[in-house]
């Protein structure tokens, strides 16, 4: 293994004030993040810039010294905004040249479409000196390659067509050629519900420090869980290998709590365990309005599984559509464990389904009571063996309220669906 493949570390420079104002997506830091980690190659900082010449100048200056590489996006085109050959020229503090072969391809282009080319596109032809021209096959923007004190720099255009073509055809095979690239970094996602980030930290132990090898890291979002195991190897095989025990390690630990890898959904996962078992569910949603019934929607093949669903917001469509007894909303109120098992039993029976599901509760911001504030809901699933509820506690606004509270109900199906209850 090459010491200097290990201390490799790259940079992406996302230049533009679309993206920047929030106008437009920037998708290639992305795209170009993952290109770059299938080659073993790790991008450790992204940077987004306005059209601005001196913020592109100071952006540039930091990256060449905390990065061996960056890649550059944007800023190629033949507008006065168009900067980026401007702004590595100055900071390798050499002067711009016009490549005489480079304009004569651009005049072409315009030619073949039977089109004069405008005098301002002659700046596309121009380059820092000391710099390579990389063609651009499908457009009118070349890009640069050049060194600037040890770090190569790459400007490619901000299309992500013409930025994906170039890299696959220009850049990717000089990495290849100056020894970069020769391994294969991979990452291991293990995707978690059920517990908090912190819980989930303490359980691993010296697993996510930092320096570990290989590295684990956890983030988290709508209150699922996600472990990357990054490992690196002379080719994928390898680099899976060397994260397998580490997942072993974690699965020994979280056990149940992990319900795919990769980006596997929550929905998807029971999807599959539905098919698996042949089974199918019918829900009653107050508090979640729907949005169980929506996320298994997304799945393709789900008409076999989701038999139908009523969204029961007020007592009467409880009482009326799904036999819940006035006189138990009256005891107990419409939010409460009675209720709720008294709904997934009603839709079970109502659609004739492996699975009833039900949700009710206080989303807020108003409602609730003293003993029971915004934030209570409760879930449950109906079977023919018998119906399982738990009562759940959310901090949070209405529709965090909403999503982890269908979120738990879908999990808690897949832990009937897999044995774990």
């Known amino acids: 293994m090459s010491g200097y493949i290990i201390r490799m ?28 980690a299938a080659v073993g190659i790790p991008t450790t900082y992204h940077t987004t810039v306005a059209d601005d010449l001196s913020a592109n100048v100071g952006v540039f200056r930091t990256a060449i010294q905390r990065a061996t590489l960056v890649l550059a996006t944007g800023g190629l085109g033949p507008t006065l905004d168009d900067l980026t050959r401007g702004v590595i020229a100055e900071v390798a503090g050499v002067s711009l040249v016009e490549d005489t072969a480079s304009l004569e391809i651009i005049r072409g282009m315009f030619e073949g479409r039977f089109r004069t080319m405008p005098e301002r596109n002659r700046q596309q032809a121009m380059f820092p000196v000391g710099s390579v021209i990389l063609p651009n096959a499908i457009g009118t ?26 890299y696959h055809g220009e850049v ?36 996510t420090r930092r320096g570990a090898k290989p590295e684990v890291g956890i983030t988290a979002s709508d209150a699922t869980i996600s472990l990357r195991i990054l490992t690196e190897g002379a080719n994928e095989v390898e680099a899976l290998a060397a994260a397998a025990p580490v997942e072993a390690a974690i699965r020994a630990k979280l056990g ?20 698996a078992r042949h089974a199918t569910v019918a829900t009653a949603e107050s508090l979640t309005a729907g949005l ?29 559509l799904l036999d819940v007894p006035q006189a138990m909303i009256a ?67 209405r529709t965090e309220v909403q999503s982890r509270t269908a979120k738990s109900l879908l999990n808690r199906l897949r832990l009937h669906l897999i044995g774990a209850i």
Not at 178 to 204: A, D, P
Not at 256 to 275: C, P, Q, R, W, Y
Not at 296 to 315: E, K, N, W
Request: proline content about 3%.
């Open 9 to 36: 570390n790259a940079e992406i420079i996302s230049i533009g004030t679309e993206l920047t104002s929030g106008k437009n997506l920037d998708t290639n830091t992305r795209w170009l993040s993952q290109q770059l």
């Open 141 to 166: 923007a070349p890009g640069v390659w050049m060194d600037i004190g040890g770090c190569l720099v790459v400007a490619m255009p901000g299309v992500p067509r013409e930025m994906m073509a170039m």
């Open 172 to 207: 990717l095979p000089r990495l290849r050629a100056l020894g970069h690239g020769g391994r294969v970094l991979i990452e291991r996602k293990l995707n978690l519900f059920g517990l908090g980030e912190s819980h989930v930290e303490e359980q691993l132990g010296d697993m």
């Open 256 to 275: 149940n709590f992990i319900f795919s890898t990769g980006d596997t959904t929550l929905h998807e996962a029971v999807m599959e365990l539905l098919k």
């Open 292 to 320: 169980v019934a929506h996320r298994l929607s997304q799945v393709p093949g789900v008409s076999a599984h989701l038999l139908g669903g009523i969204v029961a917001y007020t007592d009467e469509v409880k009482v009326n």
């Open 331 to 397: 005891t107990h109120t419409a939010v409460s464990e009675e209720v709720a098992r008294a709904m997934a039993e009603g839709v079970r029976r109502k659609f004739g389904s492996t699975f009833g599901l039900a949700t009710t509760g206080y989303a807020g911001p108003d409602g609730g009571t003293d003993g029971t504030p915004v934030g209570t809901a409760y879930i449950a699933v109906a079977q023919a063996s018998g119906t399982d509820v738990q009562k759940l506690a959310w901090f949070g606004n």
